[in-house]
């Protein structure tokens, strides 16, 4: 069903994303709905859907719900087409309670959301750099799981071995070998030999062992591979105290290859789930912790502040005098880890910002205000 708009009028358009089929709605400017259709995933499709939508009139911008999983091919193709592509949420529990929930009125709350801007936000343009150490940070975390499960299975079946196998496998100190070196050791036993639990456990150890070897080189191989992606994206970040590949990976990938979509260091504070949320009410006023958030951002921040509460003089005084203040450890670090997603966002996001043009009134104030951001 579907009716048309005025000739030449706007029109907002939503999309409700699957494995398989997308589902898109129309809505004019007042928010009365024009139609909605469906379309399969492929190229074809999203042409299809694109012309559909332009057939009510002039597209202005579409909400397309999941632009990091099953939207992420629509979102590029409407980008690529010149369409403001807009990422909306799923629509809230409490009116899915109150209202149900069809693939229709899901792309129609996308396409009122995509009209009034709000709870939306621009979608990672996933064609750079930042998508290519999400891949490979996705591997690296395949290989160093089934390395820990390969690890886990070696110690399980060495604590359960025949005692002769287990003087072969034994430190002279009378400790058990463990991590690479039990896997080394493993992988030299000879191949199969005569049945019996002693041969066969030994032939067992020898299998897990050469896969834990194998992984442990794939995870050796994809480090490498991000640490010079890394280096080559931003390599001012790597030279900071506390920042690893692996860290500066995870704050990559969160920003994005479109990292001037992220326009304060406030916003992307909260992007990584380090920004403190207002929970006031009534005489009390108070903040909590924010649990939202990139988490692997967040834990790529913790880690730099826990390596610089160890090696960098300014954090560790930082943390003396905050502590003589009556702060608890715990909230030092919050605080910390507030300043250093400051300290990154400005590597990160600010180069990639229009410059701004500040009147000479104003101008004087900018600069004051940005000597007094100072980084513990």
């Known amino acids: 069903m579907s009716m048309m708009a005025d000739e030449g009028g706007v029109v907002y358009g939503g999309v409700d994303t699957h494995a398989e089929v997308h589902v898109a709605a129309a809505v004019d400017p007042v928010g009365r709905v024009l139609g909605t259709e469906s379309f399969p995933v492929s190229a074809q499709g999203y042409a299809a859907l694109l012309g559909w939508l332009a057939g009510f009139g002039k597209l202005a911008r579409a909400g397309v719900e999941g632009t990091g999983s099953y939207g992420a091919g629509l979102a590029r193709f409407l980008a690529g087409a010149g369409v403001a592509v807009l990422e909306v949420n799923r629509p809230d529990r409490q009116r899915r309670r109150r209202y149900g929930k069809s693939d229709p009125a899901d792309a129609v709350s996308a396409a009122l959301a995509a009209l009034r801007g709000q709870d939306c936000g621009t979608p990672k343009s996933a064609d750079g750099t930042a998508e290519s150490l999400r891949a490979l940070r996705a591997a690296r975390r395949g290989a160093v799981k089934a390395r820990s499960q390969a690890g886990n299975q070696l110690r399980d079946l060495l604590v359960t071995a025949p005692g002769e196998l287990r003087a072969e496998l034994t430190r002279p100190d009378g400790k058990a070998l463990a991590g690479g070196a039990l896997a080394s050791a493993c992988a030299a036993f000879a191949g199969p030999q005569a049945p019996g639990p002693a041969a066969m456990t030994r032939t067992a150890m020898a299998s897990i062992a050469r896969r834990w070897q194998q992984l442990d ?102 943390l003396e005098k905050r502590t003589k203040e009556g702060k608890t450890r715990k909230e030092i670090i919050r605080a910390i880890k507030r300043y250093v997603a400051r300290e990154v966002w400005k590597i990160i996001v600010r180069p990639t910002l229009p410059p701004r043009h500040d009147s000479p009134a104003t101008s004087h104030l900018t600069s004051q205000n940005t000597k007094t951001q100072q980084n513990p």
Not at 245 to 262: E, F, H, M, T, Y
Not at 263 to 288: I, Y
Not at 294 to 314: C, E, F, G, K, Y
């Open 217 to 318: 080189q794939e995870a050796a191989a994809l480090d490498a591979a991000m640490e010079d992606l890394a280096a080559a994206a931003a390599p001012d970040l790597l030279a900071r105290t506390g920042i690893g590949p692996q860290s500066a990976a995870a704050l990559l990938i969160a920003a994005g290859d479109n990292p001037a979509r992220i326009g304060t260091e406030a916003a992307f504070a909260a992007l990584c789930g380090v920004s403190p949320v207002d929970c006031s009410s009534g005489k009390h006023e108070r903040h909590r912790l924010n649990r939202g958030g990139d988490r692997q951002a967040n834990s790529a921040l913790w880690r730099i502040v826990q390596t610089r509460l160890q090696h960098d003089p300014r954090t560790i005084a930082y």
